[in-house]
Nanobody, 122 residues
């Protein structure tokens, strides 16, 4: 599956953005999808994941209650709603697909989109 992430931008602290990740391929509905982020000089870190049916979601503690992951299998798209943004959320955000393994680990994901930059000003 090929992934393309978009929707990033510059926003003030407290603002919101919605990221989208469009997937190509007919097997999208079989993958669990994740969002990760990477700030300059830091390792890529888990943000959120959603199972193929959309009924189970997982979040990093740092974003719980502020970010929401969702998916529309009919549109081959996964979303990440970012609310109450903080300057420390500034990073390149990546979507990724996995068939299994721990959703929290980058090595579980076999396909990655290009990053979309989110910058939060204070």
């Amino acid at each position: 599956v090929q992934l393309q992430a978009f929707g990033g931008g510059l926003v003030q602290a407290g603002g919101s953005l919605r990221l989208s990740c469009a997937a190509s391929g007919r097997s999208f509905g079989t993958f669990a999808m994740g969002w990760f982020r990477q700030a300059p000089g830091k390792e890529r870190e888990f943000v959120a994941a959603i199972r193929w049916g959309g009924g189970n979601t997982y979040y990093a503690d740092s974003v719980k209650g502020r970010f929401t992951i969702s998916r529309d299998n009919a549109k081959n798209t996964v979303y990440l709603q970012l609310n109450s943004l903080k300057p420390e959320d500034t990073a390149a955000y990546y979507c990724a697909a996995t068939l299994g393994g721990s959703y929290y680990l980058t090595q579980s994901y076999h396909s990655w989109g290009q990053g979309t930059q989110v910058t939060v000003s204070s």
